[in-house]
Each structure stands twice: as C-alpha cells, then as structure tokens.
C-alpha cells in the first residue's frame, strides 16, 4: 500500500488519472503504459463517509483507494492510499511474480504522481 497525495486546486493535467465524482462515489482510472501488456486501465471506486474515503471492492486486477477528502484553498487534497489488487495466486511462483509486480507498480506509481511524470514500467 502507498500513500499519495492530489491536490485538485491544481488539476490532474499530465496525470494518468481521471477521477468523477457521482453522488458519494469516487469513481477512477489509472492508465499505465506498459511495454508488454500494452496500455492497462486499472479502475477504482470509493465512497466517501464524511471527510474519510472508504475502498469499494472491484475484480482484479484494479485499485483499492482509501483516504481522506480535505479541503485546501480552493480546491481539494486528496491524501489516498492505494493498493493494487491482483487475482489470487495460486503457486509459490505466482506469489512471488505478484509481490514484485506490486512492489515496481506502487514505486512507479508515486514517482509517476508526485512528478506528474507518464506512469509506464
């Protein structure tokens, strides 16, 4: 898990993330750019309880995103904690292709927001 703060008074240009809000719900995706599997769409949702965003559960492979709403200026601070949800291993192999896999992804995936750099492996 990676903790990772937007600020939305700033925008999400040059992110590869779009957020909705509907209702209580936000709804997102992260697009990462990836040299073998091509460009892969990692969708999320959570509901928001008072200040506190609570992770809805979507099939794998997507993102669990928590956190908390806070307001800053304008805008709002999102201040996340994301988690990259795979389908369940089933062998030692897997388990271990699956731990490193999360380990490169949730890495690239703060380097990629706090630099608004392109997210890719």
Do not use: C, Y
Not at 8 to 23: Q, T
Not at 80 to 90: F, I
């Amino acid at each position: 898990m990676k903790t990772l703060e937007l600020d939305l008074g700033k925008g999400l240009e040059g992110l590869p993330l779009e957020l909705s809000w509907e209702g209580p719900l936000l709804k997102g995706i992260l697009r990462q750019a990836n040299p073998v599997l091509g460009e892969v769409a990692l969708p999320f949702q959570s509901r928001l309880e008072g200040p506190r965003l609570t992770p809805i559960p979507l099939p794998p492979p997507a993102l669990a995103v928590g956190g908390e709403v806070l307001p800053r200026g304008e805008g709002l601070l999102l201040r996340l904690e994301v988690d990259l949800l795979l389908p369940e291993a089933r062998t030692w192999g897997e388990r271990a292709f699956f731990r490193l896999l999360k380990a490169i992804f949730l890495h690239t995936l703060e380097r990629a927001l706090s630099q608004k750099a392109p997210l890719g492996l």
